[in-house]
C-alpha cells in the first residue's frame, strides 16, 4: 500500500436517507483492515520491518541515551450526527505516522512524523536523538513478542459495516425520545467509531502490536416545560461490538437521556455549606480519578508534585477501602492488551486495606523508582509522548447496602452525576460541578438537585470515606477523555456508593434555582 499521511474527509447530507459517501482509499483500507489479526499489519501493509526498525532505533542512541522507542499509529474513525430527525454531519479521520523517542535519564527527545518514508522516519529520528551528545547506545540484537490478553474480544468490528447499517440505530433513538414525553422538543444523537492500530518497537527487545476498537453513541435531549427548558443526555461505549448496541441498549440509552432532562424540572439548590455526601455508584468515580488517581501517577510523585510523593506505605484511608487501576477489564474504555511502551495490560494496587502500596508507572518513572512498569505508560497519539496514565480506576464494594449508607445522613446531598471538575495535584484541591442529585433529609431522598459546586481536598475526602456499599458498577461510557499535558486519553472509572463524612456544598437554597 502507497504510505497515507493524515487524512480528512466530511460529507453531508439532508435527509437519514441521504448517501454518505466514503472516499475510495479509505474503503480500501477498511476491507484489508481486520484480515491480519494483531501482528504483521505495519510491515504487510507500510513496509516497517526489523531491520529498519533497528535502523531507526540505532539513530535514535546515536547520541547516547538510555532507552529508544518506536511508537507507530494507523487510526480510522468516523462520526455521524443525527439532529432533527436527519443525518446532517458525517466526517472520519485518518491519523497515521510514528512517534520515536529517546530518554537519557529524565530528559526525553522527541520527534514525529506522518509520513512513513525511511527517509523521513530517520529525520524524526535524529531530532529524537539530540537531546543528548554522548556515544552511541546500541539497542538489543533482537525483539521479543510480549505474551499480551485479549481484553475487547469483539466478533464484529464497525468498518465491517456500512456506514447506513448505524442509521436505523441512530433513528429508533430519536423516536422513543420523543416518544417517551411530550416535553421532548430536540434530539441530537451522535455515533463514533474507530479502529486503531498500533506497533511499539523498543531498544529494550519489545515488539508489541494491537488492533483496538473504540466507539461510542451519545443522547442529548431539550425539553420545554412551562416555558422553560432543560437540557440533559447520556451515552453508552467503550471497545464494543457492533451487536452490542441491540434493541435493549437503544431502549435504555434513550429512556436515561429524557428521564435525566424530565428530573431537572423539579429540581432545586439545596442550602450550602459542610454537609455529609453520598457518592452513588458508577459515574461519581470520576471524584476518585480526579480528585485521587493523578496524586497517584508517578511522574507527579518522581517530581514532588503530588501530596502523595512521601505517602508509600502509609495509611491514606479507611481499612475497608482498596483501590485499582485495572487495564484488564473486558470492554471498557479504559482497558488495555499493551500500554504504548509495549507493556501488557495488568491490574495495578494502589491502596490496599486503607495503606497506599504503589504508584501508576511508565517505563521512565518505572526506571526511576527501581519497578517494573504497571503498564500505564499512555498517549494520545503518535504525536505526543508517553506518561503515566490511568486505565479503569475505581473503589472495591463494602458490605453495607446503598440504603444502609443512605439512612446515615440526617441532612445532606446524594450526588449522582458530576461533570467540570477542577483539581489541583499538588495540594489536591478540587472543585465538582454536581448536575444531578437529590437532597436527604432524616435517611431518605426528598427533593432532586441540581447546578451545584461540591468542593474539597482529594486527599482528605480518601480520608473521611466512613462507609462503602457492595454496589459497584464501573462507567459504561466511551465518549470521555481524560486530559494530562495537553493530551487526551480513553478511561472508565467506578465506585460504589459511599459515604464521605463532609465536603463544602454550593448551592442558594432557594427552589428553582437558575441553572
Known amino acids: 500500500m502507497k504510505p497515507l499521511t493524515r487524512r480528512k474527509f466530511i460529507s453531508r447530507t439532508a435527509s437519514a436517507g441521504g448517501v454518505l459517501l466514503i472516499p475510495p482509499y479509505l474503503s480500501g483500507c477498511l476491507s484489508s483492515q481486520n484480515n491480519m489479526g494483531k501482528s504483521g499489519y505495519f510491515e504487510t501493509e507500510f513496509g516497517i520491518h526489523e531491520k529498519l526498525c533497528r535502523k531507526l532505533l540505532e539513530t535514535a542512541l546515536s547520541k547516547g541515551g538510555n532507552f529508544a522507542d518506536l511508537y507507530f499509529e494507523h487510526t480510522i474513525s468516523g462520526v455521524l450526527v443525527l439532529e432533527d430527525g436527519k443525518v446532517n454531519q458525517s466526517y472520519g479521520n485518518i491519523n497515521l505516522g510514528v512517534g520515536i523517542r529517546t530518554v537519557k535519564d529524565d530528559q526525553v527527545g522527541y520527534g514525529f512524523t506522518q509520513v512513513l518514508t525511511e527517509e523521513s522516519m530517520l529525520s524524526a529520528a535524529r531530532t529524537a536523538a539530540s537531546l543528548v551528545n554522548a556515544s552511541a547506545v546500541p539497542p538489543e540484537d533482537q525483539f521479543i513478542t510480549p505474551e499480551i490478553g485479549d481484553y475487547y474480544p469483539v466478533s464484529t468490528y464497525f468498518n465491517e459495516f456500512p456506514v447506513s447499517s448505524k442509521l436505523p440505530i441512530m433513528q429508533d433513538i430519536n423516536e422513543k425520545c420523543f416518544a417517551l414525553s411530550e416535553l421532548v422538543r430536540k434530539v441530537t444523537v451522535v455515533f463514533q467509531d474507530e479502529m486503531k492500530r498500533i506497533m511499539v518497537v523498543t531498544s529494550d527487545g519489545v515488539k508489541a502490536e494491537d488492533l483496538i476498537p473504540g466507539n461510542f453513541c451519545y443522547t442529548s435531549v431539550i425539553a420545554e416545560k412551562e416555558g422553560k427548558m432543560e437540557s440533559g443526555g447520556w451515552e453508552f461505549g467503550g471497545h464494543r461490538d457492533f451487536s452490542w448496541y441491540d434493541p435493549d441498549l437503544v431502549e435504555k440509552l434513550s429512556h436515561e437521556s429524557v428521564q435525566r432532562t424530565l428530573i431537572k424540572f423539579d429540581a432545586i439548590q439545596p442550602p450550602a455549606g459542610e454537609m455529609p455526601v453520598v457518592l452513588g455508584s458508577g459515574i461519581t468515580g470520576v471524584l476518585l480519578h480526579e480528585a485521587i488517581g493523578h496524586g497517584m501517577e508517578a511522574d507527579f510523585n518522581r517530581k514532588n508534585i503530588s501530596v502523595y510523593s512521601t505517602m508509600i506505605g502509609k495509611k491514606v484511608a479507611e481499612p475497608f477501602v482498596t483501590i485499582i487501576d485495572d487495564g484488564t477489564i473486558p470492554n471498557l474504555s479504559g482497558s488495555i492488551n499493551v500500554d504504548d511502551e509495549g507493556t501488557p495490560g495488568k491490574k495495578t494496587i494502589l491502596v490496599e486495606d486503607g495503606i497506599l502500596t504503589g504508584y501508576l508507572h511508565d517505563k521512565i518513572s518505572a526506571r526511576y523508582y527501581n519497578v517494573e512498569p504497571t503498564g500505564n505508560g499512555r498517549r494520545q497519539s503518535y504525536e505526543y509522548m508517553p506518561f503515566p496514565r490511568m486505565r479503569n480506576t475505581f473503589m472495591m464494594p463494602g458490605e453495607a447496602t446503598p440504603d444502609d449508607v ?34 436527604i433529609e432524616n435517611g431518605k431522598f426528598t427533593a432532586p438537585i441540581k447546578d451545584i459546586n461540591i468542593m474539597g481536598n482529594g486527599p482528605k475526602m480518601l480520608e473521611n470515606i466512613t462507609m462503602a456499599a457492595n454496589d459497584l458498577s464501573m462507567y459504561q461510557g466511551g465518549a470521555g477523555f481524560c486530559g494530562k499535558e495537553n493530551q487526551g486519553v480513553k478511561v472508565s472509572f467506578g465506585l460504589p456508593t459511599c459515604l464521605v463524612k463532609s465536603m463544602t456544598v454550593g448551592g442558594t437554597g432557594q427552589k428553582g434555582g437558575v441553572s
Open 406 to 439: 443512605i439512612k446515615q445522613v440526617k441532612n445532606g446531598i446524594y450526588v449522582q452525576d458530576v461533570s467540570n471538575g477542577e483539581v489541583f495535584i499538588g495540594q489536591g484541591d478540587f472543585s465538582f460541578y454536581v448536575s444531578q442529585g437529590y437532597r
